[in-house]
């Protein structure tokens, strides 16, 4: 299994504004996965972070509002720009096994005031 | 894309009663994983399931994978309040490899 660890753990914003959200993996993943979760809902996928290209987005979600960048095997960053609060969500990192199997970080709490 | 349908939707129980929650789709699932969340925290894998009529325990967890593959679920022995969680069942997308179809999830409370 794999070890991941995001941060901020949480954050408030004001509207307008971009948070960055980072995730480490402590040994190498296949895939890496953005997703958002309403809480006690189930999980949203936002796209697919990829090594070294552009990162593959699910149908809603698009690069500008949400910009992932995955420089090596075990680092990426989700940046949710021009928040509103709308945005206000749980979002998680996950990574995934050559078995399909997904470890999650423990999420970033945000809120958009 | 198949719905993967959960139920119930939540559920509360006293420390020491047994719950089982569900997880059903139309279509035969390639295989099926369980995962929990705890307040505050990420999903958990739990357990795989591969083949149809396959049990798995995990302590006073039991795993069923329904022989045509088509359900599965999950029996809690005597909860615990550590028990309390959401519980996700996933399919692999066999178009997408490593992406994960979610159900809606089993919101669990055990209280003491």
């Known amino acids: 299994s794999a070890v991941i660890s995001q941060k901020p753990s949480r954050d408030i914003c004001q509207r307008g504004t971009s948070l960055t959200i980072q995730c480490q993996v402590d040994?190498?993943?296949?895939?890496m996965f953005w997703y958002r979760q309403q809480p006690g809902q189930s999980l949203t996928l936002i796209a697919t972070?990829?090594?070294?290209?552009?990162?593959?987005?699910e149908s809603g979600f698009v690069i500008d509002k949400f910009p992932i960048s995955r420089p090596n095997l075990t680092f990426s960053t989700l940046t949710v720009s021009n928040m509103s609060p709308e945005d206000s969500s749980i979002y998680l990192c996950a990574g995934g096994s050559s078995y399909n199997e997904q470890f999650f970080g423990p999420g970033t709490r945000l809120t958009v005031l | 894309t198949q719905l993967l349908e959960q139920s119930p939707q939540f559920l509360s129980i006293q420390e020491g009663e047994n719950l089982t929650v569900y997880c059903n789709s139309s279509?035969?699932?390639?295989?099926l994983q369980w995962y929990r969340q705890e307040p505050g925290e990420g999903p958990v894998l739990l357990v795989t399931v591969v083949t149809g009529g396959e049990v798995k325990k995990l302590k006073r967890l039991t795993f069923q994978f329904g022989d045509a593959r088509k359900d599965s679920s999950l029996h809690i022995t005597a909860a615990q309040p550590g028990d309390t969680g959401l519980y996700l069942c996933?399919?692999?997308?066999?178009?997408?490899?490593?992406?994960?179809?979610f159900g809606a999830g089993t919101q669990v409370v055990v209280t003491p």
């Open positions: 996933a399919e692999p997308l066999t178009d997408s490899w490593g992406k994960l179809q």
């Open positions: 972070a990829n090594q070294g290209s552009e990162a593959t987005y």
């Open positions: 279509s035969v699932f390639s295989s």
């Open positions: 040994s190498q993943v296949t895939m």
